[in-house]
C-alpha cells in the first residue's frame, strides 16, 4: 500500500506524477548513457503489442517489412538540403572507427529517407515496380537537449513507413491512408483520442510538401504528436535522380511518402489515461488482461484458481498469478499501479457463495460472478472498459478546447486555462510566431472542416485557416 502513497498526485505535481508511475509500473529506468533510457520488460511488452496490432495492419495493406544501415555518409545525407537542415541540430555523427579517424563522418540515422532514397534508385527501373511500400522497426538518435521516458530521448524506438508510386494522386492516397490506420489504432487499441489534421508550413516535416499529425491531449491539457504522415511530392526522387520508365516509354520520377509513430505513445497511454493508483491500460492493448490474485492456502482456492486458468487459456485472455508470499493487500495495490485491465480475486469467502469477485481497474468497481460465469463475462467487460476509457478521455479532451475570435480572449485563455485553442488564422508565418513567442503554444494542425467567419486572431485581417494551437511535450 505504501507504493500508492509514494506516487505523487497529478493534480499537485503532473511530472512528478509521471515519473513515479513510469518507475513504479516497472516500465522503465534510468541508464548510465545520458538521455537515453532503459526499457524494462514491462514497458517493452506494452511496445511489442503496439508492433503486433500495427505491423498486422500494415502488412494487410500490402507493405513489407526492411532493414537499412544505422549510419549515413555525410554526402548522402546532404543530396537533399532542406532535409539536412531541418535534421542538423539533432543529429549524432561518427567521426572515428576504431583507432582511426573515418574520411567521411558518418551520421547515426536521425531518420531514414535518403536510405530509402539511395536503394530506391537501384531498384526502381519501370512502372512495373512501382508501388514499392516499404517499413521498417529500427531505433534512430536525436540529440535532444532534454529528455524525459517515452517522450523525448536520445535513442528512440520507432517505426518508418517509405513509399514509392508512379503518380501524385497514389502517393497522396497512400499518405493519407496511412494517417487514418494511424487514427483508428491510437482511438481503438489505445482508447485515445486524437485530432487529426494538416500541418502548416512552418511545422511541416524538413523536406515535406505536407505534412499531417496526430495530436493528442494529455491529462494536464498539454499536447503530444502521436504520429506523423508525410507527402514528399518527388523532391527527393528527384534529388536522387530516380526514374522510371513509364507506360507511354518516357522517363518519369515518381512521388513518395514516409509515416511514423515510436514508443512516445506508450508516454500517451500513461498521461491520458493514468490516475494517482498508477497506470491504466486498456485491454486491447495490455500484455496481461487479467492478474489473479488467490487469497489464502486453501485447496479449494486452488481449484478454482486452475479452473479459471484453464478457461482463460481456451480463450486465449493474458494472465498472470500473483502467488507470492505477500499481503492481498500488496498485491491489489501492485495490481493497481501497474494498471493491469481486470482484476480477479480468489478467496475461500467468496466461493462459500460459490462466487468470484472481479475488479475494473479504469472505474475500481468490484463485481462478483458466479465461478462457472466469470470468464464468460470478460470479453464482454473488456469492450466496456475499453469503450468507458475512450469516453473518458474524450470528455476531458473536450473540456479543454477553447475558442478564441481576438486576441483579447486567446492572451485570457492562453494564459490561465490549459488545453487546446481553437483560432481564425491568416497564413502568415508572423502571426504564428507571435503566439509562440508570447505563450509557448505552437500550431498543432489545420482545421478543415469548418467554415472561417472571423479574421485572423492575432493580426486582425482576413482568415484564411482554422487552427488548433496548444502547448507541448
Not at 141 to 154: A, D, G, H, N, Q
Not at 378 to 402: C, G, H, T, V, W
Request: aromatic residues 10%; charged residues 30%; negative net charge.
Amino acid at each position: 500500500m505504501s507504493e500508492i502513497k509514494d506516487i505523487t498526485s497529478r493534480d499537485k505535481d503532473f511530472a512528478a506524477w509521471y515519473t513515479d508511475v513510469v518507475k513504479k509500473a516497472g516500465l522503465v529506468d534510468y541508464s548510465s548513457v545520458k538521455g537515453s533510457m532503459i526499457i524494462c520488460p514491462y514497458g517493452y511488452a506494452i511496445w511489442e503489442n503496439m508492433q503486433k496490432i500495427l505491423d498486422e495492419k500494415f502488412k494487410e495493406t500490402g507493405h513489407e517489412n526492411v532493414q537499412m544501415p544505422m549510419f549515413i555518409p555525410e554526402s548522402l545525407l546532404n543530396i537533399e538540403k532542406e532535409h539536412v537542415k531541418g535534421f542538423a541540430p539533432e543529429v549524432a555523427w561518427v567521426t572515428q572507427g576504431g583507432s582511426e579517424c573515418l574520411e567521411e563522418r558518418l551520421c547515426v540515422r536521425p531518420t531514414s529517407e535518403v536510405l530509402f532514397c539511395d536503394y530506391y534508385k537501384k531498384i526502381i527501373k519501370s512502372y512495373r515496380d512501382l508501388p514499392k511500400l516499404y517499413n521498417q522497426w529500427c531505433t534512430i538518435v536525436r540529440w535532444e537537449k532534454t529528455t524525459r521516458p517515452f517522450l523525448r530521448s536520445r535513442e528512440i524506438l520507432w517505426q518508418e513507413g517509405h513509399t514509392m508510386h508512379a503518380t501524385e494522386e497514389e502517393a497522396i492516397a497512400e499518405t493519407l491512408r496511412m494517417l487514418h490506420i494511424y487514427e483508428d489504432f491510437q482511438r481503438n487499441d489505445l482508447a485515445i483520442p486524437v485530432i487529426v489534421g494538416k500541418k502548416t508550413e512552418k511545422e511541416k516535416f524538413a523536406g515535406a510538401v505536407a505534412s499531417y499529425s496526430l495530436e493528442a491531449m494529455m491529462y494536464d491539457g498539454v499536447a503530444l504528436q502521436n504520429g506523423t504522415s508525410h507527402y514528399f511530392g518527388d523532391g527527393f526522387a528527384a534529388s536522387f535522380g530516380i526514374q522510371f520508365l513509364d507506360k507511354d516509354n518516357t522517363l518519369k520520377t515518381p512521388y513518395q511518402t514516409s509515416w511514423g509513430v515510436t514508443t512516445r505513445m506508450i508516454g500517451a497511454l500513461i498521461m491520458v489515461h493514468g490516475d494517482d493508483r498508477g497506470l491504466v491500460l486498456p485491454p486491447n492493448i495490455a500484455p496481461t488482461k487479467v492478474m489473479i490474485i488467490p487469497i489464502g492456502d486453501h485447496d479449494k482456492v486452488r481449484t478454482v484458481t486452475d479452473k479459471i486458468t484453464s478457461e482463460l487459456n481456451t480463450k486465449g485472455i493474458s494472465y498472470q498469478i500473483d502467488d507470492r508470499d505477500k499481503t492481498p493487500g500488496f498485491k491489489f495495490a501492485e495490481a493497481e499501479i501497474k494498471g493491469y485491465p481486470v482484476r480477479i480475486e480468489i478467496g475461500a469467502r467468496d466461493l462459500e457463495s460459490d462466487e468470484i469477485t472481479v475488479v475494473r481497474r479504469d472505474t475500481l468497481e468490484k463485481i462478483k460472478y458466479p465461478v462457472s460465469e466469470v470468464v464468460d463475462h470478460l470479453p464482454e467487460l473488456f469492450e466496456n472498459i475499453q469503450k468507458n476509457m475512450y469516453d473518458k478521455a474524450l470528455q476531458r479532451r473536450d473540456s479543454m478546447i477553447y475558442e478564441a475570435n481576438t486576441w483579447d480572449e486567446f492572451t485570457n485563455i492562453a494564459k490561465y486555462k490549459p488545453g487546446f485553442i481553437k483560432a481564425n488564422w491568416c497564413g502568415d508565418e508572423t502571426c504564428e510566431n507571435k503566439i509562440k513567442d508570447e505563450f509557448s503554444m505552437k500550431s498543432r494542425c489545420l482545421i478543415e472542416d469548418e467554415e472561417i467567419h472571423t479574421n485572423c486572431v492575432v493580426c486582425g485581417k482576413k482568415a484564411k485557416y482554422r487552427l488548433y494551437f496548444g502547448r507541448q511535450y
